[in-house]
């Protein structure tokens, strides 16, 4: 059980935010990810003079949790300091988080994958 609340994975998110490389957009984001035994594994988005080759906050922290051996299922919530693109919001709906925080203008808005990504695209569609 994990005793990080909601507004301090936000202040991780948005503290390692200023670690972002992103010298085209100058949008600097910051992703933190909560684990169920109460670990935070934080991600930035990384972009590249090849636009698309630009990874977002989001995959950066899920590929850095997978690579510490988390799994899907393994983490609580994810807390990003903008509003998450719709790949994003697949990958959170992947991960299987119970919640996503996030920044949208001067507002904190959580809501569930689920909500994000209605009727959304899973393993149980592939057959
Ligand atoms: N970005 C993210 O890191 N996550 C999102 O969910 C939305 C967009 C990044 C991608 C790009 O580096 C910058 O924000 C501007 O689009």
Do not use: K, W
Not at 106 to 127: A, I, Q
């Amino acid at each position: 059980m994990s005793s990080i609340s909601d507004a301090e994975l936000l202040a991780a998110a948005d503290a390692v935010a200023a670690h972002a490389y992103a010298p085209y957009s100058n949008f600097q984001v910051g992703c933190a990810v909560l684990t169920r035994e109460g670990h935070i594994i934080e991600g930035v988005n990384v972009e590249n003079a090849s636009y698309p080759l630009g990874v977002c906050a989001e995959p950066s922290a899920f590929a850095r949790a997978i690579a510490e051996g988390y799994r899907p299922g393994d983490f609580v919530a994810v807390a990003i300091t903008a509003s998450p693109c719709g790949g994003c919001r697949q990958m959170a709906r992947e991960m299987g988080v119970d919640r996503v925080i996030f920044r949208n203008g001067g507002r904190v808005v959580t809501m569930t994958p689920d909500e994000l990504l209605p009727e959304s695209f899973d393993s149980t569609n592939l057959s």
